[in-house]
C-alpha cells in the first residue's frame, strides 16, 4: 500500500469523512442554530479523553452550519426524538442543503493550543483578540474594545505600536493606526474622545456609528470609566465584558449574520492536570473571564450560539464570584459510541482502506464478524464502544494487513478488563507492526512532541530503522497527532503522541521507553548551552528516568535562570511544572516557590501571589501527614516572607504584615520542634527583617526599630549556635543596614551611621569564614552604598567619596569572583551613579561626567548578560537622570534632554518587560519631571506642560498598581508643585493655584499613608511656600502670609521628626525670608525685622548640621540681604552695613564651595551695591565708590558663566551708573563718563538680546540723560 494512503486515512480532516453517531448532538445544534429568537443558553459537550469531542466540534463547523428557511427548518423537524427520527432529522438536513445556504460565520478557538510569541491560548485579551480578527472577516464592528484592547496591549503591556498593529486584523490596519495615534495622544481630554471616537470610526466605516455608540449606551461617563481603569489589573478584567457588549451591538446592526457560532474546545486546559489540587478561589480565578464573557452574550442573547467542549461539565454555578446558573448551560455528554454507529465506522475504516489497498482484497469488507469481535473488544460497558479504543482496534486490523497478515473475529475473542485495554490494543498493535515502527512509537513515547530530526537522531542512537517511509507511516496513526512546536513556530509539523497511549507504552515498554529518555536527554544536553527549549526538555528526561535528579536540576537552573535574570529559560523550566514527576509534596511546594520567584520578578503580582499560596499548601498538606517535619516549617516561613513582601510592594500593608506574622509562626514552630535549628532562627530574622522594612515604610518608626532588634537578635541566636553560619552573618548585616536607613529617616546620622558600620562589620565577619563567598561582598557594598548617601546627605564629601569608593571595591570583589553576576554589576553602577551626584553637587562636573558614564557602562555589563533584568534598565535610567542633571548645570540644554529621554527609554525597556514594575513607573515620571524642569528654566511652556503631565501620568501608573506607594503620591506632588510654578511663571494665577492645591492633596496623601514620612512635610512646605509667593504676586497679603505660615509648619512637622534635617532647616529659613520680604513691603517694620532674624538662624541650624552646605549660605546672603534693605529704609545704617558685609561673607562662603555658583555672584553685587547706595546716602562716595566697583566685579564673575543672561546685563549696567554719580561727587568726571560709555555699549548688546525688556530700557532712559547732561564731548556712537 502506498505510503500517503496510510495518512489519507487517518489524518483529523479525512477523519470528517469516516465521522459517525452523534444524531441527537448534531440535531440540538440545529436546533439552538434555528431557533428565532435564540435560547438563552449555551452548549457544553463534555466526556472522557478520546471520546471524540474536538473531532465533533469540527464536524458542526464544517457540515452543519447552514442556515435553512424556516420552512425547511419546520418540515425536517417533524421526526420524533429517538434514533430513527435522529437519523431522519440527519438525512433530511444534509438533502436540504444546496449553494443557496451558504455557511454562517463559526469561529473555533482552541484553549489547549500552544502558546506563541505575545499570543497566550488562554488569557483573555489574547482570545479576544483571535476572535476579534474573525469577526472583522465577517465586517462585524467592535470599535470601543478596539480601543480598550490598543489601550491595553500599549500602557498595560508597554508593547510597541508595530507589536500592536502585527497582532490586529488586516481589515482594520488603518482604523488600528489612527487609534493607537489617539492612544498616545496625552493631550486630548476624555471630554473630547466621543466625538473624537465618532469622528474616526465614521471615517472608517461606510455606514455612520452614531447608532452605534447609541445602541451601545457610549458617553463620557463610560470613557472615563475606562480611562480610570488600572491598564495592568483593572482593564483585562473589564475586556471580555467590554468585547461581549460590542458584539451584542454589532449583532444588532444591519448587515450583521443572520447567526454566529462561537465554539470553544478544551475547557479543561485553564487547569492541566492540577484541577483538582486548587483551592475553591484558585479553580474558579481560571476561567473567571471566559465566565464573564459568556454572561455578556445572554444579556440578552442577540443570535450569537455558543459551544463548549471539556472533558468535565462546568462547575460555574458554584462559583463564588461571576457564576452563571445551570439553567443557562446545556451541558451534554459525548459518551462512547452504540453498536451500530461503530459498526458504521469499521465500514468505513476498513473498507476504505479496502479500496485503496494494492491487494484489492475485499473480504474483510464484508468481514461483519471481525467487525463484531472488535466493536466487542473496545467495549467500555455492554453497548457503550470507546472511541479511542475503536480506532486503535482498527489501527491494529490495517497493521497486520500491512504485513501481509488477515485478522478474523478469533483474534479478538478475549475481551480484556477495560482498564487493561489501551495497553492490550498498544501491544497486539505494536506486535503487528514492523520492527522499525515498533522502536519508533516506543521510543517517542518518551518525547513530549517530535519532528522528523528527533525521529531520526533517536533511530540513530536507539538503533532502529529511521527511514521516511517510517515517519509517514507513524505520522499517519490516529493516536498521532499534529502540534504546535515549542517556543516560535517556525512551519515545519510537530507532533505528539496522544497521552493516554503515552501513559500505556511507558507501562507496557518500560525498559524502552526509559532508554528513549535517556537517548533524549543526550540529544537535547547537546543543544542546551543556549536553546532554552533544549535545558528544559534534558532536565525533564532526566526527571523521567530518576525524579530527584531531574528535580534537583530544575531547582538549581531555575535559581541560576532567577538570578541571571534569563528568563526566556525560567518561563520554559516553569512550564514543565505540571509534567514533572514529584514524588514527595515537599517537592511540589519547593517548584511552586520558584514559580512564584519568576513571575515575581515579572511582576506578575497575582499569579505570583497564587504560586506563593500554592506553595504554603503544599507545605501544610507536608505538615498534616507529618507535624514535625521542621524543614516544611521552615519552606513554609519563607514562602510567607516572600509572600509579604509582595504584598508590601503592592502597598497592602495589611496583607504584608500577616504574612510575616504568619512567617514568624512557622520558624516559631520548626524551633519548638528543633531548639536549635540555625536556619529556622536566621528565617525567623528575615521575617522580622521584612516587617521591619514594612513598618518603617509606613513610618511606624518604632515598630521598625522593634522589628530590626528581633532580627539581629534571631540573627545571633543563629550565630550563637553556627557561629561560622556564614549566611546568618550575612543577613545579620542586612539587618543593620536597614536598620541604619531607618536612623537616617529620622535624622539620627549618628546611629545611622553605627548601623552601617556594625553592618559592614556583619559582612566581614562572614568573609573572615569564606573570603570567596559573593553575596558578602556584594552586602558589604550595599553597607558601604547607604553609609556613602548618608556622608553625603550631612555634605561629609570626603567621607561620602571614600564610601562610595569602598562599595565599587567591595563589588569588584564579587565580580572577582562571579563575573556574571549580575546584581553585582547592577550595584556597582549604583555606587557610580551615587557618587556622580556627588560630584555634581561639588561642582565637579568632569568628575561627575566619569562616574556617570562608568554607572551606565556597570548597567550595561549587567543587561549584556541579562537583558532582561529590570533592575538594571530602571537604574541606568535613574543614572541617565542623574546625568541631564549635570548637563544642565553646564547649560548644555540639548544634552540634558537627550539624557532625560534616555531615562525615560530606559524606564521603558524595565516596564517592556515588568509592566507593573511600580519603581520603573515612578522612576520615568521622575525623569519626566526633570525634563519639564529643563523645558520650563528654557521658556519651552508647552513643552514643560506635557513633561509635567507625563510625570503626573507616570506616577498614577505607579499609583494604579499600588494606590499605598508613598513615593508615588510624594513625587505626583513634585510633578504639580512644577506644573504651579509654571502656571504661575505664565500669569496663569489660577492655574497656578490649582497646581499648588493639588500639590499639596498629593502630598496628604502620602502622610495619610505615611504620617512620618519627612520628605512629603518638607515637600508640602515647598507647595505652600510658592503659594504664598503667587498670592504675595497678586498682592494677596493675608492669603501670601497663611500660605508662608503652613509652610513653616510643615517644615516644622518634618523638624519634630527629624531635628536634624538639613534641607527642612533651610526651606523654613526661606519661607521666613519670604515673610520678611512680605511684612516690609506692608511696612510692618518689626515684623519684617523678626522674620529676617528667624530665617538667619533657620539658616545657622542648617549649617551647624552640615556646614558646606551650599544653599543654606546662600539663602543666608538672601536673608541678610533683605534685612540690609530694610536697615536701610529704617536710616540704622551701621545695622544695614553690617548686614551686607555679612551677606557678602555668606555669598562668599557658598562661592569657596561651589566657585561657579552664578547666582551667588550676582547676589554679592547686589549686596555690595546695596551697600554703595547706603555709603553714598552718608556722603562716603569713596566707600560706595570702592562698593559699586566691587558689585561690578561680581557681575563680571556672573556674565563670565552665563554671558547671554540679560538680567545679569541689567545688574552691571545699574552699577555702572551708580559708579558715575559717585565719581562725579569725587570730581572724577572723566572716570564717570567711561562708566556711562561702557554702560552705554553693554545696553545695546543687552537690548539685542531682549528688545522689550522695560527695565533695560528705562535703564537706557536714564543712562543717555546723564551721558547728555555731563558728557556731551564723550559721547561715542
Known amino acids: 500500500m502506498p505510503i500517503q494512503q496510510v495518512t489519507t486515512i487517518t489524518t483529523h480532516d479525512k477523519a470528517l469523512e469516516l465521522f459517525t453517531d452523534r444524531l441527537a448532538e448534531r440535531r440540538l445544534f440545529s436546533r439552538y442554530l434555528h431557533t428565532d429568537p435564540p435560547p438563552e443558553r449555551l452548549i457544553f459537550f463534555h466526556g472522557n479523553g478520546g471520546n471524540g469531542k474536538s473531532l465533533l466540534l469540527k464536524h458542526l463547523r464544517t457540515a452543519w452550519s447552514h442556515l435553512l428557511s424556516a420552512d425547511e427548518w419546520a418540515q425536517i423537524d417533524t421526526h420524533p426524538h429517538d434514533r430513527a427520527g435522529n437519523q431522519a432529522f440527519v438525512d433530511g438536513y444534509q438533502s436540504s442543503v444546496t449553494e443557496e445556504h451558504p455557511p454562517i460565520p463559526c469561529i473555533y478557538h482552541d484553549f489547549d493550543r500552544e502558546k506563541s510569541g505575545e499570543e497566550s491560548p488562554r488569557e483573555a485579551w489574547s482570545v479576544l483578540l483571535g476572535l476579534r480578527k474573525e469577526l472583522a472577516r465577517q465586517k462585524l464592528k467592535l470599535p470601543f474594545f478596539d480601543y480598550a484592547v490598543m489601550r491595553y496591549l500599549h500602557i498595560g503591556r508597554g508593547l510597541s505600536r508595530d507589536q500592536i498593529r502585527s497582532m490586529l486584523p488586516m481589515e482594520e490596519l488603518d482604523l488600528a493606526t489612527t487609534l493607537l495615534d489617539l492612544i498616545t495622544s496625552p493631550e486630548i481630554p476624555v471630554a473630547g474622545l466621543i466625538n473624537k471616537l465618532l469622528e474616526i470610526f465614521d471615517k472608517h466605516s461606510k455606514t455612520k456609528l452614531a447608532l452605534w455608540f447609541a445602541k451601545r449606551g457610549l458617553d463620557e461617563a463610560r470613557l472615563d470609566e475606562l480611562h480610570r481603569m488600572e491598564p495592568r489589573s483593572d482593564l483585562p478584567d473589564a475586556l471580555p465584558q467590554i468585547f461581549g457588549e460590542d458584539l451584542n451591538t454589532a449583532m444588532q446592526l444591519s448587515g450583521a449574520p443572520a447567526r454566529l457560532v462561537l465554539m470553544f474546545d478544551s475547557h479543561e486546559a485553564f487547569w492541566g492536570t492540577e484541577r483538582h489540587l486548587q483551592s475553591t478561589d484558585a479553580y474558579f480565578q481560571r476561567d473567571a473571564w471566559l465566565r464573564r464573557f459568556l454572561a455578556q452574550l445572554f444579556n440578552p442573547n442577540h443570535r450569537v450560539l455558543v459551544v463548549l467542549a471539556g472533558r468535565e461539565p462546568p462547575r460555574w454555578h458554584e462559583a463564588p464570584y461571576d457564576p452563571i446558573p445551570r439553567d443557562y448551560v446545556d451541558t451534554q455528554l459525548v459518551g462512547h459510541l452504540d453498536n451500530d454507529d461503530a459498526d458504521d465506522y469499521l465500514r468505513r475504516a476498513l473498507g476504505r482502506a479496502e479500496e485503496v489497498s494494492d491487494e484489492g482484497d475485499e473480504s474483510s469488507n464484508g468481514d461483519e464478524s471481525l467487525r463484531e469481535a472488535l466493536i466487542r473488544y473496545a467495549e467500555a460497558e455492554p453497548g457503550q464502544v470507546h472511541p479511542l479504543h475503536l480506532g486503535l482496534a482498527a489501527d491494529v486490523v490495517l497493521m497486520a494487513r500491512r ?265 516559631d514552630e520548626a524551633l519548638a520542634r528543633a531548639p536549635d535549628d540555625v536556619t529556622a532562627h536566621s528565617s525567623k530574622g528575615s521575617a522580622f527583617n521584612g516587617l521591619g522594612e514594612l513598618r518603617a515604610a509606613l513610618s511606624d518608626h518604632e515598630g521598625a526599630a522593634n522589628a530590626n532588634a528581633q532580627a539581629i537578635a534571631a540573627f545571633d541566636q543563629a550565630l550563637v549556635r553556627a557561629p561560622d553560619h556564614v549566611t546568618a552573618h550575612i543577613n545579620k548585616g542586612d539587618a543593620f543596614l536597614r536598620l541604619g536607613e531607618l536612623r537616617a529617616t529620622l535624622s539620627d546620622h549618628e546611629g545611622a551611621a553605627n548601623a552601617c558600620a556594625q553592618a559592614v562589620a556583619a559582612c566581614d565577619e562572614a568573609l573572615a569564614r569564606a573570603p570567596d563567598d559573593v553575596a558578602a561582598h556584594i552586602n558589604k557594598g550595599n553597607a558601604f552604598l547607604r553609609l556613602g548617601k548618608l556622608r553625603a546627605d550631612l555634605s561629609d564629601h570626603e567621607g561620602a567619596a571614600n564610601a562610595y569608593a569602598q562599595a565599587v571595591a567591595a563589588y569588584d570583589e564579587a565580580l572577582a569572583r562571579a563575573p556574571d553576576y549580575v546584581t553585582a554589576h547592577n550595584n556597582k553602577g549604583l555606587a557610580l551613579a551615587w557618587l556622580g551626584e556627588l560630584r555634581a553637587a561639588l561642582r565637579d562636573h568632569e568628575g561627575a561626567a566619569n562616574a556617570y558614564a562608568q554607572a551606565i557602562a556597570a548597567c550595561d555589563e549587567a543587561l549584556a548578560r541579562a537583558p532582561d533584568y529590570v533592575d538594571a534598565h530602571n537604574n541606568k535610567g535613574n543614572t541617565f537622570q542623574g546625568l541631564g542633571v549635570l548637563r544642565v548645570a553646564l547649560s548644555d540644554h540639548e544634552g540634558a534632554a537627550n539624557a532625560y529621554a534616555q531615562a525615560v527609554a530606559a524606564c521603558d525597556e524595565a516596564l517592556a518587560r515588568s509592566p507593573n514594575y511600580v519603581v520603573a513607573h515612578n522612576n520615568k515620571g521622575n525623569a519626566f519631571l526633570r ?347
Open 403 to 667: 504485513q501481509g497478515e488477515q485478522l478474523t473475529a478469533d483474534s479478538f475473542a478475549d475481551a480484556p478488563a477495560l482498564t487493561q485495554k489501551g495497553r492490550i490494543l498498544v501491544t497486539r498493535f505494536l506486535k503487528h507492526c514492523p520492527r522499525d515502527i515498533e522502536d519508533a512509537v516506543e521510543a517517542l513515547a518518551a518525547a513530549r512532541g517530535f519532528d522528523n530530526a528527533l525521529f531520526y537522531s533517536l533511530g540513530e542512537r536507539l538503533h532502529f530503522h529511521a527511514t521516511d517511509a517510517a515517519f509517514a507511516t507513524l505520522t499517519g496513526f490516529s493516536f498521532v497527532w499534529e502540534d504546535s512546536r515549542p517556543g516560535e513556530d517556525d512551519g515545519k509539523p510537530w507532533y505528539r503522541i496522544h497521552n493516554l497511549l503515552r501513559r500505556v507504552l511507558e507501562e507496557y515498554a518500560q525498559e524502552r521507553v526509559q532508554q528513549a529518555h535517556a537517548a533524549l536527554e543526550t540529544i537535547y544536553r547537546e543543544d542546551a548551552q543556549t536553546n532554552p527549549i533544549a535545558i528544559a526538555e534534558a532536565i525533564y528526561h532526566a526527571n523521567q528516568q530518576e525524579w530527584e535528579r531531574g528535580y534537583r536540576e530544575w531547582i538549581e537552573t531555575m535559581e541560576g535562570a532567577l538570578q541571571n535574570a534569563r528568563y526566556d529559560l525560567a518561563e520554559t523550566l516553569a512550564d514543565l511544572r505540571f509534567v514533572l514527576r514529584l514524588e514527595t509534596v515537599f517537592a511540589r511546594g519547593y517548584v511552586d516557590y520558584q514559580v512564584a520567584e519568576l513571575n515575581l520578578n515579572l511582576s506578575r503580582y497575582q499569579d505570583s501571589s497564587s504560586a506563593y499560596a500554592q506553595a504554603v499548601a503544599a507545605y501544610d498538606e507536608a505538615l498534616a501527614r507529618a507535624p514535625d517535619d521542621v524543614a516544611a516549617h521552615i519552606s513554609k516561613g519563607n514562602a510567607l516572607v516572600r509572600l509579604g513582601q509582595l504584598h508590601a510592594d503592592l502597598s497592602d500593608y495589611e496583607g504584608a504584615a500577616n504574612a510575616y506574622a504568619q512567617a514568624v509562626a512557622a520558624c
Open 931 to 1277: 525634563l519639564g524642569e529643563l523645558r520650563a528654566a528654557l521658556s519651552d511652556h508647552e513643552g514643560a506642560a506635557n513633561a509635567y503631565a507625563q510625570a503626573v501620568a507616570a506616577y498614577d501608573e505607579a499609583l494604579a498598581r499600588a494606590p499605598d506607594y508613598v513615593y508615588a503620591h510624594n513625587n505626583k506632588g513634585s510633578a504639580l508643585l512644577g506644573l504651579g510654578e509654571l502656571r504661575a511663571a505664565l500669569s496663569e494665577h489660577e492655574g497656578a493655584a490649582n497646581a499648588y492645591a493639588q500639590a499639596v492633596a498629593a502630598y496628604d496623601e502620602a502622610l495619610a499613608r505615611a504620617p512620618d514620612y519627612v520628605y512629603t512635610h518638607n515637600n508640602k512646605g515647598n507647595a505652600f511656600l510658592r503659594l504664598g509667593k503667587l498670592h504675595a504676586a497678586l498682592s494677596e497679603h493675608e492669603g501670601a502670609a497663611n500660605a508662608y505660615a503652613q509652610a513653616i509648619a510643615a517644615y516644622d512637622e518634618a523638624l519634630a521628626r527629624a531635628p536634624d534635617h538639613v534641607t527642612a532647616h533651610n526651606n523654613k529659613g526661606l519661607a521666613l525670608a519670604w515673610l520678611g520680604e512680605l511684612r516690609a513691603a506692608l511696612r510692618d517694620h518689626e515684623g519684617a525685622a523678626n522674620a529676617y532674624a528667624q530665617a538667619i538662624a533657620a539658616f545657622d541650624q542648617a549649617l551647624v548640621r552640615a556646614p558646606d552646605d551650599v544653599p543654606a549660605h546662600y539663602n543666608k546672603g538672601n536673608a541678610l540681604l533683605g534685612l540690609g534693605a530694610l536697615r536701610a529704609a529704617l536710616s540704622e545704617h551701621e545695622d544695614a552695613a553690617n548686614a551686607y558685609a555679612q551677606a557678602v561673607a555668606a555669598y562668599d562662603e557658598a562661592l569657596a564651595r561651589a566657585p561657579d555658583y552664578v547666582l551667588a555672584h550676582n547676589n554679592k553685587g547686589n549686596a555690595l551695591a546695596g551697600l554703595g547706595k547706603l555709603n553714598a546716602a552718608l556722603s562716603d562716595h569713596e566707600g560706595a565708590a570702592t562698593a559699586y566697583a566691587q558689585a561690578i566685579a561680581a557681575c563680571d564673575e556672573a556674565l563670565a558663566l552665563a554671558s547671554d543672561d540679560v538680567d545679569y546685563f541689567h545688574s552691571k549696567i545699574h552699577y555702572l551708573r551708580l559708579y558715575s554719580v559717585s565719581e562725579k561727587e569725587l570730581g572724577r568726571v572723566s572716570l564717570g563718563c567711561e562708566r556711562l560709555q561702557e554702560a552705554m555699549r553693554l545696553l545695546r548688546r543687552a537690548l539685542e538680546l531682549a528688545p522689550s525688556h522695560p527695565e533695560l530700557n528705562e535703564e537706557k532712559t536714564l543712562v543717555e540723560s546723564l551721558l547728555a547732561e555731563k558728557c556731551t564731548e564723550r559721547i561715542i556712537d
